[in-house]
């Protein structure tokens, strides 16, 4: 894997992740970059805070999509979200949080926003149920608003496409209803296949099988405790991998 800054699972950690429902869909008339203004549901506990300190109901946020999806393909999606960037007056509005997405490495910025495609779950799961890295399932209760973009960009999230996998008989103790595997991962250009990780919920994902020829997000540049460095698939607390809503070329970076 090509040279990059390694974090740790706290670095990681500092990054709020959930899962969001995108409610309504409108085209951003505002915005300078063509955009969508999506308002999104991210759980009770995150709904009701956010009545609370604005007085608002739902979530707002403007997601540079439009070169890559209409307006009915974004709507009513279940979407990554990131909760705790500070909010962003953009135009009229209050920008509550960042919708993903996937893009190029190309160094122009016009072609990686032009080439941007929503990350969306696998399967259906709640709103504000946070990604993790073991396969638990937790919500998010409150938000930090407390990350900054150099947090959020030090962790290098990319698309592989799984070309093998299988049970980690490895591991001798693991929660019950999870199950760990192990996978072979094509992040494609000069990085190539790697061996990574995965903890899943062993009812969605009940064999290697249901993660054959897929193409989902890893965190690549995580350090373990051994202080060596294996990519892990992301998880929506273990109930959904995270995928391109439509097939991208492996190296996507998320953004």
């Given amino acids: 894997m090509e040279p990059t800054m390694l974090i ?22 505002t915005a300078r970059v063509p955009a969508y203004l999506c308002s999104l549901e991210l759980g ?25 999806h209409t307006k009915e393909e974004v709507n009513g999606k279940t979407v990554l979200a990131v909760a705790n960037f500070p909010r962003k007056q953009i135009g009229p509005r209050m920008s509550d949080c960042l ?26 799961v709640q709103p504000g149920l946070l990604v993790t890295l073991t396969g638990k399932a937790e919500h998010l209760h409150t938000n930090d608003r407390d990350l900054t973009w150099q947090n ?20 001798q103790h693991i929660e019950s209803g999870l199950a760990a ?17 995965a903890t899943l919920d062993s009812r ?16 690549t540049n995580l350090v373990n405790n051994d202080n060596s460095v294996t990519p892990i698939i992301l998880s929506v607390g273990g109930q959904a ?3 391109p809503a439509k097939p991208v070329a492996n190296g996507y970076v998320l953004a």
Avoid: W
Wanted: net charge negative.
């Fill in 152 to 171: 959020f960009t030090a962790a290098s999230i990319k698309v592989g496409t799984v070309t093998d996998a299988s049970l980690d008989t490895s591991i």
């Fill in 44 to 68: 009770t506990p995150l709904m009701e805070e956010h009545q609370h300190l604005h007085g608002k109901s739902q979530y707002f946020s403007s997601a540079q999509l439009t070169a890559q």
């Fill in 99 to 124: 919708i993903t997405g996937v893009q190029t490495t190309n160094t122009d910025t016009v072609e990686r926003t032009a080439s941007t495609v929503l990350v969306q779950c696998s399967h259906d």
């Fill in 204 to 219: 969605v994902f009940a064999s290697p099988d249901a993660l054959l020829h897929k193409q989902m997000l890893a965190v």
């Fill in 241 to 243: 991998v995270l995928q």
């Fill in 8 to 29: 740790t699972l706290a670095d990681f950690q500092r990054i709020q992740f959930v899962s969001a429902r995108i409610a309504s869909v409108k085209v951003n008339k």
């Fill in 181 to 197: 595997y192990i996978v072979c991962i094509d992040f494609g250009g000069n990085t190539g296949v790697h061996t990574a990780h």
